[in-house]
């Protein structure tokens, strides 16, 4: 039995480049329009990862265009954690700092334990190869939470 899609999903990780971008993308890819999904990191110092942008492109996922953001710059344009159902962790500080940032809001935290891909490979085949290992385990994650995408309709 899978869960039913919440209203609002907002996926964090470390730096908004490489998982939390990914899990966003993906789950809208596909879920469509059945939940608003965002993504931030506890950090925004780095821009969307290439490997990230081409591993999603391999299953028709469309990364290139993100911007990342952190939980600052959310809260900044007027976005707070209390506007989504469920925080979806997927790296120790971010779970970290959801739960910092959640104690004054009735919210759901998950952590979703996915594999940062960055540091794994000597070279270009062995990096894609991780990033795929990243972007199944993704796959594999939101189909066991809400199943497969055509699944109660």
Not at 20 to 45: C, H, R, T, W
Not at 50 to 76: P, Q
Not at 101 to 115: A, G, K, N, Q, T
Request: aromatic content about 10%; charged content about 30%.
């Amino acid at each position: 039995m899978v869960d039913a899609l919440p209203q609002s999903v907002l996926f964090c990780c470390d730096h908004n480049a490489i998982r939390s971008p990914m899990a966003e993308a993906i789950m809208k890819k596909l879920y469509g329009f059945d939940a608003y999904v965002q993504s931030v990191g506890v950090n925004n110092d780095l821009e969307i990862d290439g490997f990230s942008i081409a591993v999603c492109k391999e299953i028709g996922v469309e990364l290139s265009r993100h911007r990342s953001r952190s939980f600052g710059e959310m809260e900044e344009l007027g976005e707070d954690l209390s506007s989504f159902d469920l925080v979806v962790a997927l790296s120790p500080a971010s779970r970290q700092r959801a739960l910092e940032l959640s104690r004054f809001y009735h919210l759901d935290v998950e952590y979703w334990p996915i594999m940062d891909p960055s540091g794994f490979g000597e070279n270009r085949a062995a990096k894609l190869d991780a990033y795929r290992r990243t972007r199944d385990q993704i796959v594999d994650k939101l189909t066991e939470r809400w199943g497969a995408p055509d699944e109660g309709k």
